[in-house]
């Protein structure tokens, strides 16, 4: 089974400064990592994933992640937030072995300040 | 392409009442997921249809049903509304080839109130 701790619930920012969220997980088989947005009052759309290869991946927005898998993390950077960034973040976790569930963190409410 | 559509986008019911949470999606996926989110919960899966004609059960199956009609539509029904089962109710779809893994994308959801 696997499991998924993101490890701040919120965070404040400024405008133009650099982020990072913070995502662990646990699991005894290889995996697949995802990380999606939701701003209010929306469905949840797909912001970047990792399935094999480089272990940095770059997303929409210009956010990006890298996977390591020494730490069983997957934190999500973006170098200069905007206000439009304000939004809630899920880190999400699947295994590889054919299975079609996927287990999403509890999230992580971004608020970016002027 | 409309994507994940969901009805209705609100509803109220009262303790017992029963109703259905419809889905659709036009992107021709094999796999659908019924999913509540609560906060500082996460998203926690109700049932899932890996591919058309199976169901099966998620995380917090207790007190739904779930119907996979055809390849585009799958519907989630509450028979005896709890408070409990107050939430926000998204449905999602992936393509699910099988031994591969694919992100999934989401109806823009259902705020459901139990009274």
């Known amino acids: 089974a696997q499991s998924v701790t993101q490890l701040d619930s919120q965070v404040p920012v400024f405008e133009e400064a650099p982020v990072e969220l913070r995502c662990n997980y646990s699991?005894?088989?290889?995996?697949?990592l995802f990380w999606y947005v939701q701003y209010p009052n929306q469905g949840l759309q797909l912001l970047l994933k990792y399935l094999s290869g480089s272990t940095l991946v770059k997303g929409i927005n210009g956010f990006e992640a890298e996977f390591n898998k020494s730490q069983t993390s997957f934190h999500l950077r973006k170098p200069s937030v905007h206000i439009s960034d304000t939004a809630e973040y899920f880190c999400a976790v699947s295994d590889t072995t054919g299975g079609f569930k996927t287990i999403f963190g509890a999230g992580t409410r971004l608020f970016v300040k002027a | 392409n409309a994507g994940v559509t969901q009805t209705p986008k609100f509803q109220v019911l009262k303790t017992g009442q029963s109703m259905t949470l419809q889905c659709a999606q036009d992107?021709?996926?094999?796999?659908m997921y019924w999913y509540r989110q609560d906060p500082g919960m996460g998203l926690r899966l109700i049932y899932y249809s890996a591919s058309e004609g199976t169901t099966d059960k998620g995380e917090v199956p207790n007190g739904y049903n779930v119907s996979r009609l055809n390849k585009r539509e799958f519907s989630l029904r509450l028979e005896s509304a709890a408070p409990s089962q107050t939430s926000v109710y998204f449905c999602a779809s992936s393509g699910g080839l099988a031994g591969g893994w694919y992100e999934q994308y989401f109806g823009p959801g259902t705020r459901l109130t139990v009274t």
């Open positions: 699991s005894s088989v290889s995996v697949y």
């Open positions: 992107m021709n996926h094999n796999s």
